[in-house]
């Protein structure tokens, strides 16, 4: 927040360790010893180094791209993928999936939208389009079509519809909406089998913001914490 401007929440995830079928892993508990992969500058990087300087002897594999961790699992380099429930239901949604989900945190964690510091008009009408979708079902819609599940239920109450003011909304390029995120994080932003189409829950969303706003929406393929 010191840099950047964020949204109220639009979707919740929750912690978690994904593991072969076959793995003896259960929870936190059993990953002493153990080879867990995590996508770095994440929460869940985070948490594993909690554990790490609150005395768990567990090996972290930091990696690039969230679809590393679960490749290497695949090929027996790794024991667990430690990640945020709504990425980890991608690779639980098959019903041969070689994966399964054996722990949960009791804390949810926020997502939300970051906005250039300042530009509190583009913030506020950020909100009114999330809370447009919220009014309308589209942002469960999409929360079905891509998790399984709704995973922005109960996240906001918007019992009136809102007003959405595009007159209101500056930009870095006139009539475009550019959004900066990492390709690689499916099911929320990641590229089809040809690697050029961008698809997915964020990318969805942001189309339907930019529609709310006039604007045409220009992805701009980044690191996480770029």
């Not at 041969?96 to 939208?113: A, H, L, N």
């Not at 999409?142 to 930009?171: C, I, Q, W, Y």
Request: glycine share 8%; with cysteine.
């Amino acid at each position: 927040k010191a840099v950047m401007d964020f949204s109220d929440s639009y979707a919740t995830g929750i912690q978690s360790i994904i593991v072969p079928n076959d793995s003896d892993i259960a929870s936190p508990d059993d990953l002493a010893g153990k080879k867990i992969g995590v996508q770095t500058g994440t929460t869940a990087h985070d948490a594993l180094q909690k554990m790490q300087e609150e005395g768990v002897d567990v090996e972290i594999l930091p990696y690039e791209k969230i679809t590393q961790c679960f490749d290497d699992v695949s090929l027996g380099r790794a024991d667990a993928v430690y990640v945020d429930s709504v990425v980890a239901a991608y690779y639980l949604a098959d019903d041969d999936s070689k994966f399964q989900s054996v722990w949960k945190s009791d804390e949810g964690e926020p997502m939300g939208v970051c906005i250039k510091k300042g530009n509190t008009d583009l913030l506020e009408q950020t909100e009114n389009a999330i809370n447009t979708l919220y009014y309308n079902g589209k942002i469960s819609e999409l929360a079905m079509k891509h998790f399984g599940t709704d995973v922005t239920e109960g996240v906001r109450n918007v019992t009136e519809e809102p007003t959405v003011d595009p007159s209101k909304v500056k930009t870095v390029k006139d009539g475009v909406l550019t959004i900066g995120f990492e390709a690689g994080y499916p099911p929320l932003e990641y590229t089809d089998d040809s690697g050029l189409v961008y698809q997915g829950f964020d990318v969805d969303m942001a189309e339907e913001i930019g529609k709310l706003f006039g604007l045409e929406v220009e992805f701009v393929n980044t690191s996480f914490d770029g």
